[in-house]
């Protein structure tokens, strides 16, 4: 049986094919649009049994939906300024609702990404439990086209038989070629090799000094394993994927400097005016929920040592993983 992942050439997406091989599985869908870039690349030395359009996926499945025991729906439009309601709504929304639809009458596994983006400025909090789902508010049109999916998931009583992951600020190797929608680990090793400081930010909220925004910073090899794990249980619902810590932009600017070896230089530059209002200044979070879920295999690496792992053994040697 096969297990399909859309948007797999991507960043989480390559690493979960990463750790499906690991776990020796290879019977494995990859469907992206890979256009002219070279996001081709973070497949390289994966296995796989083949790759599709995307816009091909649902004709591949009128044909050979009965070999596919797991669909992994990676896929979306992930650029959080994006300002094209309409194509988020195709790409985020009722592309996923279409295939969730297919994977229901199919009696298919499916797990989908959903994300943390759906708090908003987090003053209703950031629970995943079911029920506070239509309190949330969220300051962008990404966050509120992975909102309406999980609203809708929800609405047709299939929260009992899907799984939605909320992943909160995710780093670590393959998403170079996400340009602005990387996470920031990509720049501020290269400006700390080569100018010797980090660009941060400055605050426009006075609840928080420049550089003390907070994010739940996570490890995409956590990520991909814990996905892989939910996968392959009999879990449903909806589940944050984070630390469940909430870490500093000057923690992280740290952490870089140390798996460097070089001291610490802070420079705070004015944020874009396109991400004035729709910033969040504050996530971390809840776990217990995914805790007891998992019990010991949820272990989040430390984010020091993810760090200098990302840094060390990916951005400097230019390894994929």
């Given at each position: 049986?096969?297990?399909?992942?859309?948007?797999?050439?991507?960043?989480?997406?390559?690493?979960?094919?990463?750790?499906?091989?690991?776990?020796?599985?290879?019977?494995?869908?990859?469907?992206?649009?890979?256009?002219?870039?070279?996001?081709?690349?973070?497949?390289?030395?994966?296995?796989?049994s083949d790759l599709i359009h995307k816009s091909d996926l649902f004709q591949w499945l009128v044909d050979g939906?009965?070999?596919?025991?797991?669909?992994?729906?990676?896929?979306?439009?992930?650029?959080?300024?994006?300002?094209?309601?309409?194509?988020?709504?195709?790409?985020?929304?009722?592309?996923?609702?279409?295939?969730?639809?297919?994977?229901?009458?199919?009696?298919?596994?499916?797990?989908?990404?959903?994300?943390?983006?759906?708090?908003?400025?987090?003053?209703?909090?950031?629970?995943?439990?079911?029920?506070?789902?239509?309190?949330?508010?969220?300051?962008?049109?990404?966050?509120?086209?992975?909102?309406?999916?999980?609203?809708?998931v929800q609405k047709e009583g299939l929260l009992d038989r899907f799984i939605g992951l909320k992943y909160f600020?995710?780093?670590?190797?393959?998403?170079?070629?996400?340009?602005?929608?990387?996470?920031?680990?990509?720049?501020?090793?290269?400006?700390?090799?080569?100018?010797?400081?980090?660009?941060?930010?400055?605050?426009?909220?006075?609840?928080?000094?420049?550089?003390?925004?907070?994010?739940?910073f996570v490890y995409v090899k956590d990520v991909a394993r814990i996905t892989c794990d939910l996968l392959f249980?009999?879990?449903?619902?909806?589940?944050?994927?984070?630390?469940?810590?909430?870490?500093?932009?000057?923690?992280?600017?740290?952490?870089?400097?140390?798996?460097?070896?070089?001291?610490?230089?802070?420079?705070?530059?004015?944020?874009?005016?396109?991400?004035?209002?729709?910033?969040?200044?504050?996530?971390?979070?809840?776990?217990?929920?995914?805790?007891?879920?998992?019990?010991?295999?949820?272990?989040?690496?430390?984010?020091?040592?993810?760090?200098?792992?990302?840094?060390?053994?990916?951005?400097?040697?230019?390894?994929?993983?």
């Open positions: 049986m096969y297990t399909v992942v859309t948007g797999g050439a991507g960043f989480i997406g390559s690493n979960v094919i990463k750790e499906l091989n690991d776990r020796g599985i290879d019977k494995i869908i990859v469907v992206d649009n890979l256009g002219s870039s070279d996001k081709w690349k973070n497949l390289v030395g994966k296995r796989f939906v009965e070999h596919v025991s797991h669909i992994i729906h990676l896929g979306a439009c992930s650029n959080t300024v994006e300002t094209d309601a309409q194509y988020l709504l195709e790409n985020n929304y009722r592309y996923s609702r279409k295939l969730a639809t297919i994977a229901h009458s199919r009696n298919i596994r499916f797990l989908y990404a959903s994300s943390a983006a759906t708090y908003g400025n987090g003053q209703y909090g950031f629970s995943d439990d079911h029920e506070l789902l239509g309190t949330f508010k969220p300051l962008n049109m990404y966050g509120y086209s992975k909102h309406l999916f999980d609203l809708w600020n995710v780093f670590g190797p393959n998403e170079w070629h996400k340009g602005r929608m990387a996470s920031a680990l990509i720049k501020m090793t290269s400006q700390a090799v080569e100018k010797g400081k980090i660009t941060l930010f400055s605050s426009h909220n006075d609840a928080y000094a420049d550089g003390e925004q907070k994010r739940d249980s009999d879990i449903t619902g909806i589940y944050n994927v984070g630390r469940g810590e909430a870490s500093s932009w000057n923690r992280l600017a740290q952490a870089v400097f140390q798996a460097l070896s070089l001291p610490k230089c802070i420079e705070y530059v004015p944020m874009p005016e396109d991400l004035q209002g729709k910033y969040q200044y504050f996530t971390q979070a809840e776990v217990k929920k995914i805790q007891g879920a998992l019990g010991q295999k949820f272990s989040p690496t430390s984010l020091e040592e993810a760090v200098d792992d990302y840094v060390n053994s990916h951005l400097l040697a230019e390894r994929v993983w």
